[in-house]
């Protein structure tokens, strides 16, 4: 691969969190290249820092030192408002707790964000695409769990963003829910192209991915490459 | 529309209890200030066109009789445009089938032409026939009193004649807006009235051919008024001139700009309270919803939402409340504008009410409440702002809970375990509860400064007619008169005690300030009419010196002990250094005393009197009016307890109004704080609420946990609002006496308890 493919660029990420008296070391020096059109499956145990990193992939949060550039643009050098513009142009996430807008239905948590983007799919498309498009104009409270992820991950592909970053997706959700949520981030990472990051902590997941980032104690432990992806359908856990 | 706004529109419905609380609180505020404003400019707006159009006079002058001729010199005075002279005098009605008396003020129309200066307004029949001296034209608020129609008779005693005068127009004119008897504090329709006759029949009724006793002057554009009321004195001295004076010191005007004062006053006070409250309701409620939204606010930031985006709309969330609080205040305060601008039409009388909201008023009302409402929710709308998003994923770290006060003291053990729960809620979260409580407590202040009144009027009426003064009735004489004229009245039947007054109009000055009013002399041993000292106990006169009211102490820069120059207005006119031997108080005008003696030998006048008060028999009342309204000297008879009754005739309906609206206000206020205290409370405890239950709390003790918090409210609400509502009174009270009257500060222990009873009761009802 050439360096024309990188989509993120991170060097020597720290995050320290200061909670008074005590500092806590979130990330304590990152180096991570992603790839254009890759799946990636950022797997570690509860506290590895993997959402932190997330959120600073996704412009959500800012580093502590080191630098990430998304494309060539450094990220940690972005004022708040480049920030905003970088998440509401180019990023799409999903959340482990849908974070959906319960007093809006699922049509209209799509509109949310393709109201505000420059080229956006129709929320109908969105919904289509995510095998929901019977049910539009269903609140959140009247779908499942897996319903709910599915429609978040329609607002999050809706926009035809050219990063997708998951965080744990499917840690709300039971296995066979959980699966079918995996199948459609599949989907999209396939016929769309978008880069994709997911988040989890169960590695048995770790199988659909082109390449899985070990985190452990805010460290990158290892970078395995798949070389057989494996169908979500085949997952077990 | 866009999905966010959706969002808004649900969000509100969702919260529409506490919204609707919040609108009401704001619709009080509102409707208070629109009706207040509303029924002034209104009022200000009739009364200019009605001065306007029917040309009222800028300067009035009274006078003891001068020669027509003089009318030219009085033109001449730079700034004069025109003068109108005319002869006025005090005369008595004789009402047929009403057995009280009756006084009139009897007032000359021009001969020739229309009048330009206070031309009538005539609203039945017709102005006089020139040429009769049988016909009146009589004022619209006693023809309507008495169900006069044109064409109608009543008897009059014009100068020591009885006269039968039949009535051809009633009508109304811009000098009598307010129709009062001099000296009394509200009209009496029944007893006072306007009448209007030609100019030369009473010139001859009054040995007036060729004079007059009053004139009324029109100014040009920019006149100084001062030099034309000086130089109009100066004209007048030698002919008994009383002292020229400008619209400002006009009565009927007087009591309209004092009306006007008020209104102001109470328009900045109440509506200035209901906005802070609706600021704080609304802090409390988007505080609370930011706090539930949090996650909501993560993704959209997520998303790409800008901080500026997430405060906007929930500025547009607070900005809806507002709408529809201020929609609704505009529509109530127009409706009660009107009802309130009909029930000031009893006492002024206009032709007509024009009744104007100004745009810009309801405007400035939006307006102010939106910039409080924002200013009070800016801090929660900031939080939201500013939340950052990777850590709005979160959920909210738990409350945090401290040994409370009541723990430190020991004193936990006397507590219940939910009463700790309510203690310890109350303590964590001091500056809401105090907010709340505060809530509370102005809607008991509000509840106290709109009915206090009522007690305040009845304090003010016993205390001025019943501890101050002790007659029947009081006679006046046309003209000072022999000390003698006292056993004329003591022979009449049924008449018991008579007491002499003197009454001399007068300018009292001191240093560079001046004021005119009457000295009243009081006869030595005055046993019917007490002037009252601070503790309300009678003075006894010194054998010279003068006592002053306390409030025309204040006006003058003088007490006891001080100097002031008395320059009488009538007789000899002399001019004296008096000394002000004390102040006492008094609570309607403001007057000098001095006994009856030392005022006669000031005046150089041997026992001359002006009147006199009467102890009368009761059975034989009506023989006393009758023979009181044949007695050629006397000009005019007032019966005590009709003063009272009517007093209380004319303020009630407004007294009730305003009764009526504090009620409905404190109310509204009471009732959103509660409510919306209960509801957060229980947004934000449903959780542990509901472990409670788990943990086999019944729904009884739970529901004591949030109303006892409540309870506490209500009860920790009431001595402060007691503070805050009678600091409200004494400054109401304050900010609306002028030397009309005084409104003193007093609040009845059943106006408390009602007003606490209105607030405990609007909060249970919530609850
Ligand atoms: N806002 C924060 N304040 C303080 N500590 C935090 C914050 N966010 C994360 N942490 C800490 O940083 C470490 C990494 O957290 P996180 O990135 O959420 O881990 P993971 O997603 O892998 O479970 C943890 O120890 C966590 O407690
Ligand atoms: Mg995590």
New interface residues.
């Given amino acids: 691969m050439t360096s024309k493919d990188v989509v993120f660029r991170v060097k020597d990420l720290t995050k320290v969190y200061e909670m008074g008296e005590v500092k806590v070391h979130a990330l304590r020096g990152v180096d991570l290249y992603l790839y254009e059109g890759e799946l990636v499956v950022m797997l570690g145990p509860s506290g590895s820092g993997k959402s932190t990193l997330l959120n600073i992939l996704g412009g959500l949060d800012t580093a502590s030192s080191g630098t990430v550039k998304y494309r060539g643009r450094a990220l940690s050098k972005a004022t708040e408002q480049e920030l905003t513009e970088y998440r509401r142009f180019h990023v799409g996430f999903v959340f482990q707790f849908y974070n959906l807008i319960p007093s809006l239905t699922a049509r209209e948590n799509v509109a949310v964000v393709t109201e505000i983007s420059k080229r956006p799919m129709k929320p109908e498309d969105a919904l289509a695409l995510v095998g929901l498009g019977e049910r539009l104009d269903h609140f959140p409270a009247q779908l499942s769990g897996g319903e709910q992820q599915r429609v978040a991950i329609a607002r999050a592909v809706s926009k035809n963003p050219e990063v997708l970053l998951c965080d744990e997706p499917t840690g709300a959700l039971d296995f066979s829910t959980g699966i079918v949520v995996l199948e459609v981030l599949e989907r999209i990472n396939r016929e769309l192209g978008t880069t994709t990051a997911v988040i989890t902590h169960n590695a048995d997941i770790a199988g659909m991915a082109d390449r899985v980032v070990h985190l452990s104690n805010g460290l990158i432990s290892g970078i395995n490459i798949n070389t057989v992806k494996k169908p979500p359908s085949e997952l077990r856990w | 529309m866009?999905?966010?706004d959706?969002?808004l529109l649900?969000?509100l419905w969702?919260m529409k209890g506490q919204a609707a609380a919040i609108a009401l609180v704001i619709v009080s505020g509102v409707s208070a200030f629109i009706m207040l404003i509303s029924t002034m400019t209104s009022l200000n707006l009739t009364r200019d066109k009605f001065y306007r159009e029917y040309g009222f006079a800028d300067v009035f002058a009274s006078l003891k009789r001068a020669p027509d001729g003089l009318k030219h010199r009085i033109r001449e005075i730079p700034g004069v445009r025109d003068v109108e002279t005319r002869v006025v005098a005090g005369v008595k009605l004789d009402i047929s089938g009403f057995e009280e008396p009756v006084t009139a003020r009897l007032v000359s129309v021009p001969d020739k032409g229309s009048a330009h200066i206070n031309r009538l307004y005539i609203r039945r029949g017709r102005t006089v026939d020139a040429f009769r001296d049988d016909e009146a034209v009589l004022s619209e608020a006693f023809a309507e009193a008495h169900g006069f129609v044109p064409g109608d008779r009543l008897g009059a005693v014009i100068n020591g004649r009885w006269k039968t005068l039949t009535i051809v127009g009633i009508a109304l004119s811009p000098e009598f807006v307010m129709q009062a008897r001099p000296g009394a504090i509200s009209p009496d329709y029944k007893r006072y009235a306007i009448l209007w006759m030609g100019r030369d029949a009473l010139g001859t009724a009054y040995g007036m051919k060729g004079a007059f006793n009053d004139a009324v002057v029109s100014l040009e554009d920019g006149a100084d008024s001062g030099r034309v009321t000086a130089e109009l004195d100066r004209l007048l001295d030698r002919y008994g001139g009383l002292q020229a004076y400008t619209r400002k010191d006009q009565i009927s005007n007087r009591f309209l700009s004092e009306e006007f004062r008020q209104l102001q006053r109470s328009a900045e006070i109440f509506p200035t309270i209901f906005i802070a409250v609706a600021a704080f309701l609304l802090n409390v409620v988007i505080n609370r919803t930011v706090s539930t939204q949090r996650?909501?606010i993560?993704?959209?930031?997520?998303?790409?939402?800008?901080?500026a985006a997430v405060g906007i709309h929930y500025i547009k969330l607070v900005f809806l409340i507002v709408l529809i609080g201020s929609a609704g205040g505009i529509a109530a305060g127009v409706y009660l504008g009107r009802g309130l601008g009909r029930i000031y039409m009893e006492f002024y009388r206009f032709p007509y009410l024009l009744y104007e909201l100004k745009p810009s008023v309801a405007a400035l009302a939006v307006f102010v409440t939106f910039a409080a409402a924002l200013a009070g929710t800016l801090r929660s709308v900031q939080k939201a702002a500013g939340l950052?998003?990777?850590e709005a994923?979160r959920p909210e770290p738990p409350a945090l809970y401290r040994k409370t006060l009541i723990d430190r003291l020991g004193l936990g053990r006397f507590l219940s375990q939910p009463g700790l729960m309510i203690i310890r809620n109350i303590e964590r979260r001091p500056v809401n509860s105090l907010l709340s409580i505060t809530g509370i407590a102005l809607s008991y202040a509000i509840m106290l400064g709109g009915t206090f009144f009522t007690d305040a009027f009845d304090f003010m009426i016993d205390t001025e007619f019943k501890r101050s003064r002790k007659e029947d009735m009081t006679v006046v004489f046309t003209d000072p008169t022999s000390g003698r004229a006292v056993y004329e009245l003591m022979g009449l039947n049924g008449i018991e005690y008579a007491e002499p007054f003197r009454s001399v109009p007068v300018r009292l000055k001191s240093g560079h300030k001046s004021y005119r009013t009457t000295i009243q002399g009081i006869a030595p041993g005055n046993r019917l009419y007490l002037p009252l000292d601070t503790d309300f106990k009678p003075i006894k006169l010194p054998p010279d010196g003068i006592v002053l009211t306390d409030y025309l102490g204040e006006i003058l820069g003088v007490k006891a002990g001080d100097t002031l120059t008395v320059e009488a207005l009538e007789g000899t006119r002399p001019v004296r250094e008096v000394a002000v031997a004390r102040l006492a108080s008094q609570y309607i005008g403001v007057t000098g005393y001095m006994d009856l003696t030392a005022l006669n030998r000031m005046m150089r006048e041997g026992g001359a009197i002006s009147g006199a008060y009467l102890t009368v028999d009761e059975l034989h009342q009506k023989e006393i009016y009758r023979s009181l309204v044949e007695m050629s000297r006397v000009s005019g008879t007032v019966v005590r307890k009709d003063e009272i009754k009517n007093f209380y005739a004319t303020q009630a309906e407004v007294l009730l109004f305003f009764t009526f609206i504090a009620s409905l206000l404190a109310g509204t206020i009471a009732f959103g704080v509660v409510y919306n205290s209960a509801r957060i409370a229980l947004s934000e405890r449903s959780r542990e609420l509901a472990s409670l239950r788990v943990l086999g709390y019944t729904r009884l003790e739970i529901s004591y946990i949030l109303l006892g918090e409540l309870a506490v409210f209500t009860l920790a609400a009431i001595p402060l609002g007691f503070v805050i509502g009678r600091a409200l009174c004494a400054y109401i009270a304050r900010s609306l006496s002028s030397d009309l009257f005084r409104v003193p500060v007093v609040v009845a222990p059943a106006t408390y308890s009602l007003a606490a009873a209105v607030v405990v009761v609007s909060a249970w009802f919530r609850a």
């Fill in positions: 866009k999905a966010l959706r969002k649900r969000d969702k996650e909501q993560a993704a959209l930031k997520a998303f790409g939402y800008s901080n950052p998003p990777a994923m």
